[in-house]
């Protein structure tokens, strides 16, 4: 992402980081010498107060005392000088105390020649100055004056070492800062990582939902406030999902109510002609075996049997006819409505393929299928498993040749396509238009052989126009094809 949150908290921190470093190498270059000459200006008091209380030491206790006292001035890195009132040398840590006694009397009694002297604190018996020896082109702290025994003193601390030890510690905070850089580069890479991921996956369910596709759902434990939007876009995506199905069906229904109002009639005086038509021949049938058995048309046992089995095959016959009667009914009249719900297509023809598989074995039958993937649809999922079971049973049941029928599921744009083929002989032309009318038989001899009775297409005329979805059928060289769609959801 061109504006990826990773990228620029990654960035702010790395940022951070390099400026907080920068920072601490102004502040190193332009007060860390000053911080340093101010504690050796502290340290060079110290010490000044430490040779006025040796003063007052006798005998070994004073030689005690300048040994402590020596040693604290080589860890300070300082040199001392000791006079009397005669300017003879009493107690130095200098090898040419010579010429740092000349330094010290010039200090005392002349204007000092030699270098420049930048003064930074005085008072009455003593003077603390940089001083800047040309001849060795160094500079140093230096603390002279007078003790409260009347001794001259002089304490010096070269600046060149304050120096040294500023440049090495900008050197070191350089190194250690490049090295945090690549550091923090490194952990902020897998830090934002980590704070974007649920970010990313809050995301992809957003984009999901977009396209109508509510199972993915966030599944993160933590307690954060992500946690919190994650929960609360779960609850949405119910709520969504639970709205567009309601919003689907009341909108189906009220197409179905503007569509069928006007045919109500027309359907009652067409339902009624068809079902005295078809109930005739069965009805006769019937009656005329049942007669012949009351008036004792044959005596021999097997025939009465076969009488009996006419009437009962007959019976069957009306029964299922008035059952899928009664389901036409409800379909054109509106009264059984149509529940638009989320649903698996591929799931749906699976299981009804599984319970088929020892009716086809039994006629001998190779059912074809793909593997497809969950593909979901917009429908009634009980009604769209009757139409699936009216196709697969007209094929089961007119299937020849090769003895095959191939299920397929074809996605084009939004709408998903069914279909069913059977091997066998085409539908003659002048039949398709009539398929799908009530008690229509293209082959009425056949038909009655297994029992059909004409309604099955019309059921699935009636489901498929209450749920304003396409049907057809296709005639091919060496088969027929049914079909079907559906709307899709969103993948």
């Not at 940022?15 to 190193?28: K, Q, R, S, V, W």
Request: with cysteine.
């Amino acid at each position: 992402m061109k504006y990826s949150i990773r990228k620029q908290f990654a960035s702010v921190l790395c940022a951070f980081i390099i400026g907080t470093i920068l920072l601490c190498l102004f502040i190193n270059n332009t007060f860390l010498e000053q911080y340093y000459l101010s504690e050796k200006q502290k340290v060079l008091t110290g010490a000044y107060h430490e040779m006025n209380r040796g003063a007052d030491y006798k005998g070994d206790q004073k030689e005690e005392f300048w040994a402590q006292f020596h040693t604290l001035c080589e860890k300070s890195n300082i040199t001392y000088l000791l006079l009397d009132s005669n300017t003879r040398a009493l107690r130095t840590s200098a090898h040419d105390y010579e010429s740092l006694t000349r330094h010290l009397l010039n200090s005392l009694f002349v204007q000092e020649k030699s270098g420049k002297n930048t003064v930074i604190e005085s008072g009455n018996d003593y003077e603390i100055r940089i001083f800047a020896d040309e001849t060795s082109h160094s500079e140093f702290v230096e603390m002279w004056g007078v003790l409260k025994d009347g001794n001259l003193f002089l304490l010096r601390s070269p600046i060149e070492s304050i120096k040294e030890s500023v440049k090495l510690a900008n050197r070191f905070l350089a190194y250690v800062g490049s090295c945090a850089v690549v550091l923090s580069v490194i952990i902020s890479f897998f830090v934002s990582r980590k704070i974007t991921r649920p970010i990313m996956e809050l995301t992809s369910i957003s984009e999901k939902m977009i396209h109508l596709d509510f199972d993915a759902k966030y599944t993160g434990n933590s307690k954060t406030e992500i946690a919190l939007l994650g929960k609360n876009i779960n609850e949405l995506s119910y709520t969504l999902e639970k709205t567009i199905s309601e919003l689907k069906s009341a909108n189906n229904e009220l197409l179905r109510d503007i569509e069928t109002k006007t045919k109500i009639d027309e359907m009652r005086t067409e339902f009624l002609s068809g079902v005295s038509h078809e109930l005739k021949t069965p009805i006769a049938l019937i009656q005329g075996y049942a007669e012949g058995l009351k008036e004792g048309i044959t005596d021999d046992e097997e025939s009465r049997d076969y009488y009996l089995d006419v009437i009962m095959d007959e019976a069957a016959k009306m029964n299922t006819m008035v059952k899928k009667l009664l389901t036409l009914n409800q379909l054109e009249f509106g009264s059984d409505a149509v529940t638009m719900e989320r649903f698996d297509m591929v799931a749906l023809i699976k299981n009804y393929l599984h319970a088929s598989e020892v009716l086809c074995k039994q006629k001998d039958v190779r059912v074809m299928m793909e593997e497809y993937p969950p593909i979901y649809v917009w429908a009634d999922e009980y009604q769209v498993e009757e139409v699936f079971g009216n196709y697969f049973t007209n094929a089961l049941n007119h299937v020849a040749g090769e003895g095959v029928i191939d299920v397929k599921c074809i996605k084009n744009g939004i709408t998903l396509r069914v279909s069913v083929f059977n091997t066998g002989s085409p539908i003659p032309e002048e039949s398709l238009p009539h398929l799908w009318d009530k008690f229509y038989k293209v082959d009425k001899a056949r038909t009655r052989e297994y029992g059909g009775s004409g309604v099955g297409l019309s059921i699935v005329k009636a489901i498929m126009e209450a749920m304003n979805q396409k049907y057809g059928v296709n005639n091919y060289d060496n088969g027929v094809e049914f079909w079907f769609e559906l709307e899709m959801t969103g993948e």
